[in-house]
């Protein structure tokens, strides 16, 4: 069976961390779908950018899903995606949920944090109440139509309440039926560790370079007990800083910086074959014969 025909539960399922580059449009999809990882994870910061904006919760459900939607039908692996705090209470998680999965995404976490959110990383967040949690989080299980639709709990409260509320929040998540734990924002490697033997169940580690928690080997992240890892930033990062270089060289040098494919080579790699096939195949620009 392929990458593409396993379900993202069936993998996690399966022994070995699976590891979800992040990236924010179709074109960050696919090459991480093409360097061989399992899955992909849509990033809310790196959605907001491409927009304009920080991540300061300021993009809408409806953006958001759309971009989810470009990204699942641009790739045959699972989509992880963002879906802030559910953008509202209860019943606006089960539209989020009905949205995102109707779309072909295949999984998507959602937080407690006041609307509007802000980076997990950064100062200045808010969270709502425990229960007020849960009860988002049972909303969103009761809101799938397949099983096969996973809902993440994500809890920001480390940074506000404490590790050890973190923890419960993560527990009480997982009694409402999430199906992985997400802790925002662990300050050492210790808490790190400490985050699947304390929850007792799947838990998802965020690596953010720059970030809050500790940078270390992701081999390590398997053996600690984790099912799932997301990168939020990394296409973003590397287009900021690839971007910042050819733009710099064209200032310096007035020349278009040098390319290592053609332009056919990359139409390629965004599914130019599979277009041309059909175009033969139909006959392109021909005229219909009454």
């Not at 999430?178 to 925002?184: K, M, S």
Request: glycine fraction near 8%; aromatic fraction near 6%; hydrophobic fraction near 45%.
């Amino acid at each position: 069976m392929t990458a593409s025909l396993i379900s993202l539960r069936e993998r996690l399922a399966r022994p070995g961390l699976v590891i979800a580059p992040g990236a924010y449009d179709g074109m960050g999809a696919r090459l991480i779908e093409q360097a061989g990882f399992e899955a992909v994870y849509m990033t809310g910061a790196g959605t907001s950018a491409a927009r304009g904006y920080p991540d300061f919760g300021l993009l809408t459900m409806s953006e958001m899903v759309e971009n989810a939607a470009v990204m699942a039908r641009s790739i045959g692996i699972p989509l992880i995606a963002d879906a802030d705090t559910g953008y509202g209470n209860e019943l606006n998680v089960t539209r989020t949920v009905r949205e995102y999965e109707a779309r072909g995404v295949s999984a998507i976490h959602i937080e407690d944090q006041v609307a509007p959110k802000r980076c997990g990383h950064l100062d200045g967040k808010e969270v709502v109440s425990r229960t007020e949690f849960a009860s988002k989080i049972r909303a969103a299980v009761e809101a799938r139509r397949s099983r096969d639709f996973l809902v993440i709990a994500r809890t920001d409260a480390r940074a506000m309440l404490g590790f050890d509320e973190a923890i419960a929040r993560g527990r009480d998540a997982l009694e409402a039926g999430a199906d992985l734990v997400f802790i925002e924002a662990t300050q050492t490697l210790e808490e790190v560790a400490a985050v699947p033997r304390l929850i007792a169940g799947p838990c998802l580690l965020n690596v953010v370079p720059g970030g809050r928690t500790p940078i270390f080997d992701l081999r390590e992240a398997d053996a600690m007990g984790y099912r799932l890892a997301i990168l939020p930033g990394l296409m973003l990062k590397a287009a900021i800083e690839a971007g910042d270089a050819a733009l710099a060289e064209l200032k310096r040098t007035h020349i278009a910086p040098a390319v290592n494919a053609n332009v056919a080579t990359t139409f390629r790699r965004f599914g130019a074959d599979e277009w041309d096939a059909l175009r033969t195949r139909f006959n392109a620009g021909t005229p219909m014969q009454r």
